[in-house]
């Protein structure tokens, strides 16, 4: 059960004026059925040759586990697997999914297409070893909300959200909009379980596509972000951590519905709902 992955140079995925962006055609496609709409992918802190992707909207709560070429990774003495169960948890929109600096991963419950949700919530639990789990527990859950949303539902349905990162010890999300093409970046502070937790506002840009995942690399020096029609790559500032305001880059590209993207060496690892996967190396942006 694999994926294959293509290595794509800068001239396979320039822009044609005439034609628009060159399609990505993947080498092969996940043949497991377990991931019907992966709507994410990250990195592991802990075992960098695993990522971890979900399905969205009303699935499962469960988790999987993939290599870099899109193996499946699971125990092996298990005969009808099924994902790692996150006991407990329900999936009312997962979106998102990042881990952060102690062993843990975070869930993003926070998908909010027609914007009238008010449980947008993120679990923390401890990353399991996915050669060997089959359930594992989340060990909180946090409610929150966004600052400038102040009517539910609100006049523009500029709250939906598929996108969250972690980067130098603090927590990230982004909001995917259904009234224009611009996202908004926001940072969480402490979390606190039992109330409602607020995020910061840092930024807003125009992504010129509906946001649909982001990652930030190992060290938070630069942030990937994923858009229906390509994907922009960011560098932080030198002051600061609005990575909107850094250098940065565009790379347009048709390759289905993406909805996963994460760092891995020199590339970025992009997927789609197809459950295809594609390899783009970082040397095809040029940071501006």
């Given at each position: 059960?694999?994926?294959?992955?293509?290595?794509?140079?800068?001239?396979?995925?320039?822009?044609?004026a005439?034609?628009?962006?060159?399609?990505?055609?993947?080498?092969?496609v996940?043949?497991?059925?377990?991931?019907?709409?992966?709507?994410?992918?990250?990195?592991?802190?802990?075992?960098?040759?695993?990522?971890?992707?979900?399905?969205?909207?009303?699935?499962?709560?469960?988790?999987?586990?993939?290599?870099?070429?899109g193996?499946?990774?699971?125990?092996?003495?298990v005969?009808?697997?099924?994902?790692?169960?996150v006991?407990e948890?329900?999936?009312?929109?997962?979106?998102?999914?990042?881990s952060?600096d102690?062993?843990?991963?975070?869930?993003g419950?926070?998908?909010?297409?027609?914007?009238?949700?008010?449980?947008?919530?993120?679990y923390?639990?401890?990353?399991?070893?996915?050669?060997?789990?089959v359930?594992?527990?989340?060990?909180?859950?946090?409610?929150?909300?966004?600052?400038?949303?102040?009517?539910?539902?609100?006049?523009?349905?500029?709250?939906?959200?598929?996108?969250?990162?972690?980067?130098?010890?603090?927590?990230?999300?982004?909001?995917?909009?259904?009234s224009?093409?611009?996202?908004?970046?926001?940072?969480?502070?402490?979390?606190?379980?039992?109330?409602?937790?607020?995020p910061?506002?840092?930024?807003?840009?125009?992504?010129?596509?509906?946001?649909?995942?982001?990652?930030?690399?190992?060290?938070?020096?630069?942030?990937?972000?994923?858009?229906?029609?390509?994907?922009?790559?960011?560098?932080?500032?030198?002051?600061?951590?609005?990575?909107?305001?850094?250098k940065?880059?565009?790379?347009?590209?048709?390759?289905?519905?993406c909805?996963?993207?994460?760092?891995?060496?020199?590339?970025l690892?992009?997927?789609?709902?197809?459950?295809?996967?594609?390899?783009?190396p970082?040397?095809?942006?040029?940071?501006?």
């Amino acid at each position: 059960m694999k994926f294959l992955t293509i290595l794509l140079c800068g001239a396979c995925v320039a822009y044609a004026a005439d034609t628009g962006p060159e399609p990505l055609k993947p080498f092969a496609v996940l043949d497991t059925d377990l991931v019907k709409e992966g709507s994410t992918l990250t990195r592991s802190r802990q075992w960098p040759d695993f990522y971890w992707t979900l399905n969205d909207s009303g699935g499962k709560p469960n988790i999987y586990a993939v290599s870099p070429e899109g193996k499946l990774i699971r125990p092996a003495w298990v005969r009808k697997y099924s994902g790692v169960n996150v006991a407990e948890a329900r999936n009312v929109d997962w979106e998102a999914m990042t881990s952060d600096d102690k062993g843990n991963l975070i869930i993003g419950d926070f998908g909010n297409n027609m914007n009238f949700r008010r449980d947008q919530a993120l679990y923390v639990l401890p990353e399991p070893w996915p050669l060997d789990a089959v359930e594992t527990h989340y060990t909180a859950k946090y409610l929150f909300r966004y600052p400038d949303m102040k009517k539910f539902p609100p006049e523009k349905q500029n709250f939906d959200g598929e996108s969250m990162f972690f980067a130098r010890g603090s927590l990230y999300i982004l909001t995917k909009h259904r009234s224009d093409t611009r996202t908004k970046l926001y940072r969480f502070g402490e979390l606190k379980t039992g109330q409602m937790n607020v995020p910061e506002l840092l930024g807003d840009f125009d992504a010129g596509d509906m946001v649909t995942d982001a990652e930030a690399d190992g060290d938070g020096k630069k942030l990937a972000v994923l858009t229906y029609s390509g994907a922009w790559l960011f560098e932080r500032p030198s002051r600061g951590d609005n990575y909107f305001e850094g250098k940065k880059a565009f790379l347009p590209f048709r390759a289905g519905q993406c909805e996963g993207i994460a760092f891995h060496d020199d590339s970025l690892l992009i997927t789609n709902e197809e459950r295809e996967l594609f390899r783009v190396p970082l040397s095809s942006f040029k940071l501006r």
